[in-house]
Every structure is written in structure tokens, then in C-alpha cells.
């Protein structure tokens, strides 16, 4: 496993290099990168590693400008002193965050995970084509704020996410609604296409969580989503051909 340290502080890439050292295995740590700069040509002139060891604060500014210059092909994992930063680290898809100082026991959590997503490649050249502008991967998992806790919650354990008195929700499988920040106008970008679709203004839906259909109008189609949605879980005339298209694996 070949794994990147973006960190800045050399007192906490000697402890990571040697926690990951003691895991033993086939761990290889290929670089360590003190900068934004030096992160973003590493990643340019160089394949994906299996995984990247980010620290949020770097000596020429915040980490998270990385993802907007460069694409990172590998899973990250944030290593900080501040957990304020756990949201964004979510949103750019993120593995893990963990605050410092890291424990070995978190450490080998996440390298654990790694494994189990079977994301540890060959590392053959590969030729990349270039990103699209805009594009991104479907979000995997959900950060949701307690105060000062924060709650994972996978994409497969969401039924649907739902906007009420302009506010957005999460509904789990269980029945338990969570606040999100982000509009459904947003969330319906990024979420995976072949798992979720709109079904009108208020409401995006997890295939898993369709259990019937009726028939509404002449056009359009009532869902009723276990667990229940209410009466308005309709889809709208303008999205009702799509509804179908999807249904059918088109």
C-alpha cells in the first residue's frame, strides 16, 4: 500500500511514518509534502497513491485548495488539532478525520477501511483523461453535526432526503430525519444518479426505499417510500419520463 503525507510539521510525519511502520505489511510511504504547492505538482506528476495523510493547515495555506487545482485519485484521510474542519473534509469526499494527536488505534482503523473499499490498485501507469469542469464523484457518506458530535451516515442508509419549511432533511431507513446544510439543488448534482433521482421540488429518493407505485394522474406517478413520506410524494409531470427511464435502467 503506497501512501502520501501532506504535513508541514516534522514532529507529526515522523509519528505517522512510524505508526504506519509498525503496522508493518506492505505499507510504503512514497512522499511527505509540506506545501499546497508541493502537493498539488506531486499529484500532477505523479500515479495515485492507495491513500493521502492530509493536514488541513499547511505552511502556504489551507489543504483544501488542493482539490480545486488538482484531481486526487486516492482516498484521503484529514489529520488536524480542529474539528471544525471535519465538515469540509466530508464534502471533498473524505475517508476518514482524525484529530490530532492521532492514535494508533485510528490510524489503523482507517487504513483497515482502505483495504476493506478495495480501492489498493496496481500501480502501473495509467494514461488520465482530464477532469470535466465541474464533475465530481457522488458522494459516499454524510457528516451530520450533534454540537460538538458528528454523526457518519452512508448513502445506502439513506431512504430519501426531503426540504421542508426551506430547510433540508435527511430520512434514514430507520425513520430519523437529519439536518443537512446543503439545498436539494445541490445535493441532486451529487448525488450517485443510479441510486437517487428527484422526485419533484421537495424530494430526492434511494431506489431501496420504493415500495410501490400508483397511479396519480393521466402523467404522473405516486411513490410511497417505506418509511413513509406523507401524501406528496408524487412525481412531477415535467420529471415523469425521466422517473420511468430510470426505473428502467435506462
Not at 54 to 70: H, P
Not at 111 to 138: K, L
Not at 197 to 202: A, C
Request: aromatic fraction near 8%; hydrophobic fraction near 45%.
Amino acid at each position: 500500500m503506497k501512501i502520501v503525507i501532506i504535513e508541514d510539521e516534522d514532529a507529526a510525519v515522523k509519528r505517522l511514518r512510524k505508526m504506519l511502520a509498525a503496522l508493518g505489511g506492505d505499507i510504503e510511504v512514497v512522499a511527505d509534502i509540506p506545501s499546497v504547492a508541493g502537493a498539488v505538482q506531486w499529484f500532477q506528476e505523479n500515479p495515485a497513491p492507495d491513500l493521502a495523510l492530509f493536514d488541513v493547515q499547511l505552511a502556504d495555506g489551507d489543504s483544501f485548495a488542493i482539490f480545486s487545482k488538482v484531481q486526487v485519485g486516492c482516498p484521503v484521510v484529514f489529520t488536524t488539532a480542529y474539528d471544525e474542519h471535519a465538515l469540509k473534509a466530508f464534502r471533498v469526499h473524505a475517508l476518514d478525520y482524525l484529530l490530532k494527536p492521532v492514535n494508533a488505534a485510528d490510524l489503523a482503523g482507517a487504513i483497515e477501511r482502505v483495504r476493506n473499499t478495495g480501492v489498493v490498485r496496481d500501480h502501473a501507469p495509467i494514461a488520465q483523461e482530464p477532469a470535466q469542469e465541474g464533475a465530481t464523484a457522488p458522494i459516499k457518506r454524510f457528516l451530520i453535526r450533534y454540537g460538538e458530535r458528528f454523526k457518519v451516515v452512508e448513502s445506502d442508509e439513506i431512504a430519501y432526503i426531503h426540504s421542508l419549511m426551506k430547510n433540508t432533511f435527511l430520512r434514514t431507513k430507520e425513520g430519523r430525519d437529519l439536518p443537512l446544510e446543503e439545498s436539494l439543488d445541490k445535493l441532486e448534482r451529487q448525488l450517485d444518479p443510479e441510486k437517487f433521482i428527484r422526485l419533484n421540488r421537495q424530494l430526492i429518493v434511494h431506489m431501496q426505499s420504493i415500495k410501490e407505485l400508483t397511479a396519480y394522474s393521466k402523467s404522473r406517478v405516486k411513490v410511497i417510500l417505506v418509511p413513509p413520506y406523507g401524501e406528496d410524494a408524487v412525481v412531477s409531470s415535467e420529471r415523469s419520463a425521466e422517473f420511468k427511464r430510470w426505473l428502467a435502467g435506462r
